[in-house]
């Protein structure tokens, strides 16, 4: 069984940053992609960026250039750097373990950023 846990969300004025963490218990992170989304109130949830387990990266056209994800397996986590935010980025961010060997997905709880002056 795979926890996710996020943290670093916040209150952030336009124009800030901030960097959320999403940390994986057990043994297949290093070996799973990992992804950042979110869900606005009323929206569905929808895909910020993704990583794979070799490092490629993925972004929405909405947060490339924005956002940067990184992991680092020594650790078990994965990043969020989040630059010049703005208030539609406001939203509560998932961190998710996708692991294609056995066809699993997990998702952690969710941490709420908020973009607002």
């Known amino acids: 069984q795979v926890q996710l846990v996020e943290s670093g969300g916040g209150l952030v004025q336009p124009g800030g940053s901030l960097r959320l963490s999403c940390a994986a218990s057990g043994s297949i992170f290093r070996i799973s992609a990992m992804g950042w989304y979110r869900q606005a109130p009323g929206n569905e949830r929808d895909l910020v960026a993704t990583?794979?387990?070799?490092?490629?990266?993925n972004y929405a056209a909405s947060t490339e250039g924005r956002f940067t994800i990184s992991r680092d397996n020594a650790k078990n986590t994965v990043y969020l750097q989040m630059n010049s935010l703005k208030p539609e980025d406001t939203a509560v961010y998932y961190c998710?373990?996708?692991?294609?060997?056995?066809?699993?997905?997990?998702w952690g709880q969710g941490t709420q950023v908020t973009v607002s002056s």
């Open positions: 998710k373990l996708y692991n294609r060997a056995i066809m699993k997905t997990y």
């Open positions: 990583i794979t387990s070799d490092g490629t990266t």
